[in-house]
């Protein structure tokens, strides 16, 4: 029996003798293989044939199967085209919206969905900044109503809204109060600029070591002797009804929720100028206090720097109203820029006259402190961004109830008219 290893040895002529004399019938007489003889012969054949060789002719005949089998497969069950494919896993993706459990189909996606889930992790930072906003609004003394935070965050909302769309005043007189609400005046020590110290207000009564703990915006748009004197304003025009509950109160101010004997339309114009003014005698007491260190530093031997060119950024109707409320005066208020202001106010600086009156807000030379000066500054802002709604006209929306009797802004003759400003108190 011929077996593997046995025949590498014979020679080509050897095979070719050996095959004839196992293999072909012709050889035979009988013309019939000897079937053991042939098995012996085949099963020796087989077991010469080197194992890798074998293996690798198995794994071709294997792969060959599986693709016929494979083209059998598709010739019964087609595989879908490219486009098909996308559109069955398209239809299969989709969102899930921000506090909702179901998947919104990416075709059914509406543009104010898909602006959602953009703006989602803003948004909810803006909602949680609010909902502070309100509390610190709500934290006023004298308030004992109990107070749903949520319904009270959903007003503001809607506040907010109204006076977006239906208050026509230019969007710098708004502009304070929308960034107020996400504690986004740039105070240090507020949200925004948590890593920053509070800066100690020019006042003296915030930011300093024995200050009294409190937020930068309660201080600067409540507390501090600025806010108090556009406060004190408007406190003392309401009726007698709100000043007997204890004026004006923070969520009144804040909120824009008109207080008892105010009409919601012109109170969505005073407070939101009333803010607008505190937040300009800040930045002209700031600007006070540095020019005065400058002028504290300065070499007594060099003459004084000439004025800067005027770089007034609030330009518009306001301002020509400004001009013309103060024109009689001959107050420099207008021309002034509270950068460049150093110089000690005179005693005309606030002498505004209104239908034919005239009310002294500064008339002694003793107010000549910065603090003094940002405070009727305060006053003159808050009152001249009133006579610039004033000369816009009765506005189409929510001042038919407005009367001739209406504390601040009445309406009268067919006019919007502004009350005159009150002598500041200390
Ligand atoms: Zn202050």
Redesign the pocket.
């Known amino acids: 029996m011929l077996e593997h290893g046995q025949g590498t040895n014979l020679q080509d002529a050897e095979w070719i003798e050996w095959i004839y004399q196992h293999l072909d019938p012709s050889n035979m007489s009988n013309l019939q293989r000897e079937k053991e003889a042939t098995h012996t012969a085949i099963t020796a054949l087989y077991a010469d044939i080197n194992p890798i060789w074998l293996e690798a002719a198995r794994s071709v005949e294997t792969r060959k199967q599986e693709e016929d089998r494979q083209q059998h497969e598709q010739r019964v069950h087609p595989l879908p085209d490219r486009k098909t494919v996308m559109a069955m896993i398209i239809r299969r993706l989709g969102w899930r919206l921000p506090g909702s459990s179901s998947t919104v189909p990416i075709y059914g996606l509406t543009v104010r969905q898909a602006t959602q889930l953009q703006d989602g992790p803003a948004l909810e930072q803006r909602q949680q900044l609010m909902a502070a906003f309100v509390q610190e609004a709500r934290g006023v003394v004298g308030v004992t109503a109990h107070i749903d935070p949520e319904n009270e965050i959903n007003r503001f909302h809607t506040t907010l809204a109204r006076l977006w769309s239906d208050v026509r005043w230019e969007n710098k007189n708004k502009e304070t109060l929308w960034c107020l609400a996400v504690d986004g005046v740039p105070l240090p020590g507020n949200t925004h600029l948590s890593r920053m110290p509070p800066q100690p ?6 930011g300093g070591p024995n200050s009294p703990p409190s937020s930068p915006r309660l ?2 748009f409540w ?4 806010a108090q004197a556009v406060r004190d304003q408007i406190d003392r025009h309401l009726s007698s009804s709100a000043t007997t509950e204890g004026g004006m109160g923070r969520h009144h101010l804040w909120l824009i929720q008109a207080p008892p004997g105010c009409d919601q339309a012109p109170w969505d114009v005073i407070a939101m100028a009333a803010l607008s003014s505190m937040e300009h005698g ?1 930045h002209c ?1 700031r600007a006070a206090i540095r020019g005065q260190r400058q002028m504290e530093t300065m070499d007594p031997r060099q003459p004084p720097p000439s004025p800067q060119p005027q770089t007034r950024v609030e330009q518009g109707p306001r301002q020509r109203v400004i001009t013309d409320f103060f024109r009689q005066s001959g107050s420099p208020l207008v021309q002034e820029e509270e950068a460049n202001d150093t110089q000690p106010a005179g005693p005309s600086l606030l002498q505004p006259t209104i239908g034919g009156r005239t009310q002294m807000v500064a008339t002694t030379a003793a107010a000549s402190s910065p603090l003094h000066r940002a405070r009727v500054r305060a006053i003159a802002d808050f009152w001249a961004r009133l006579h610039s709604f004033a000369a816009l006209g009765i506005p189409r929306r929510g001042w038919d109830r407005v009367g001739p009797q209406h504390p601040i802004l009445a309406v009268a003759g067919g006019q919007v008219q502004c009350a005159a400003p009150i002598a500041l108190t200390d």
Request: glycine share 14%; charged share 15%.
């Open positions: 207000c020019g006042c003296g009564t915030f201080h600067h507390e501090c002797p600025i800040r007491l």
